[in-house]
T-cell receptor, first 109, second 115 residues
Framework: GQNIDQPTEMTATEGAIVQINCTYQ??????LFWYQQHAGEAPTFLSY??LDGLEEKGRFSSFLSRSKGYSYLLLKELQMKDSASYLC??????????WGAGTKLIIKP | ETGVTQTPRHLVMGMTNKKSLKCEQH?????MYWYKQSAKKPLELMFV???????ENNSVPSRFSPECPNSSHLFLHLHTLQPEDSALYLC??????????????FGAGSRLTVL
């Protein structure tokens, strides 16, 4: 079967750095997405990786290793507003999105 | 208005009721989606429409009936639901389908409670 694994919940401190991991097993690969979802709000697109390596966007970076079936989302200089769920999704060979269950990130002062 | 708008935001219904969820996008996108989101579970794709034609129906019970009258509007008609259908129903749109970098724009969802 196809599946995405990511931790259910993580806690970090304001101003610190946190890394949210995502491992995947899918039928083919056409890219990996990260979305952010605040409670009661729409998921919003954060990043897309299709080649190995690190993509940086301000305080957020996303890394991909296709050979290991692994990605992480790195959040630096954490702010309280970063408290949210982070969803990992992979586009498979049929361009179907396979979703993880999301990681709830709690930021403490 | 921009983005994807869903109404109602909250809905409580009995098992014998008939109700509809509405989704509207003003992004000029060609594909629209219905997803079900339950606590601590991955998003479940229910239906996909591309250029107003249904292209995917992922074994969804017939008590859920989608309708796409045009490329900007999508409905989910609900009839004789079960308590386990209580969830957040998300609508999304994208420019096209069948590409790798197919970024979805989501609405805020309709929180459905079935009594």
């Amino acid at each position: 079967g196809q599946n995405i694994d990511q931790p259910t919940e993580m806690t970090a401190t304001e101003g610190a750095i946190v890394q949210i991991n995502c491992t995947y097993q899918t039928s083919g690969f056409n890219g990996l997405f990260w979305y952010q979802q605040h409670a009661g709000e729409a998921p919003t697109f954060l990043s897309y990786n299709v080649l190995d390596g690190l993509e940086e966007k301000g305080r957020f970076s996303s890394f991909l290793s296709r050979s290991k079936g692994y990605s992480y989302l790195l959040l630096k200089e954490l702010q309280m507003k970063d408290s949210a769920s982070y969803l990992c999704a992979v586009s498979n060979s049929n361009y179907q999105l396979i979703w993880g269950a999301g990681t709830k990130l709690i930021i403490k002062p | 208005e921009t983005g994807v708008t869903q109404t109602p935001r909250h809905l409580v219904m009995g098992m014998t009721n008939k109700k509809s969820l509405k989704c509207e996008q003003h992004l000029g996108h060609n594909a629209m989606y219905w997803y079900k989101q339950s606590a601590k579970k991955p998003l479940e794709l229910m239906f996909v429409y591309s250029l107003e034609e249904r292209v995917e129906n992922n074994s969804v019970p017939s008590r859920f009936s989608p309708e796409c009258p045009n490329s900007s509007h999508l409905f989910l008609h609900l009839h004789t639901l079960q308590p386990e259908d209580s969830a957040l129903y998300l609508c999304a749109s994208s420019r096209d389908r069948g590409t790798g970098a197919n970024v979805l724009t989501f609405g805020a969802g309709s929180r459905l409670t079935v009594l």
